[in-house]
């Protein structure tokens, strides 16, 4: 189920569905011509940088010491 935003081009009113796609369809018909779906894209969270650059002092000792303790050889980066 996704949410969906439909509205009617002669009164300028909007409303949002939470259903599948097929009951959007269905309402569609159902409610006739002045009614439409409104496409568009979904908000984004975004950020810069990675998980440990935004963790604490201590998150990142503990995975040092990880790292030192982890052997010769292994792949592990903080």
């Given at each position: 189920?996704?949410?969906?935003?439909?509205t009617?081009?002669?009164?300028?009113e909007?409303?949002?569905?939470?259903?599948?796609?097929?009951?959007?369809?269905?309402?569609?018909?159902?409610r006739?011509?002045?009614?439409?779906?409104?496409i568009?894209t979904?908000?984004?969270?975004?950020?810069?940088?990675?998980?440990?650059?935004?963790?604490?002092?201590?998150w990142?000792?503990?995975?040092?010491k990880?790292?030192?303790?982890?052997?010769?050889g292994?792949n592990?980066?903080?």
């Amino acid at each position: 189920m996704a949410l969906y935003t439909i509205t009617n081009d002669k009164t300028d009113e909007t409303e949002e569905l939470f259903c599948t796609y097929e009951d959007l369809q269905k309402t569609l018909e159902k409610r006739g011509e002045p009614w439409r779906q409104v496409i568009g894209t979904p908000g984004f969270v975004s950020s810069t940088g990675n998980v440990v650059n935004k963790t604490s002092g201590d998150w990142k000792n503990l995975l040092q010491k990880i790292e030192r303790g982890s052997g010769k050889g292994t792949n592990f980066k903080t």
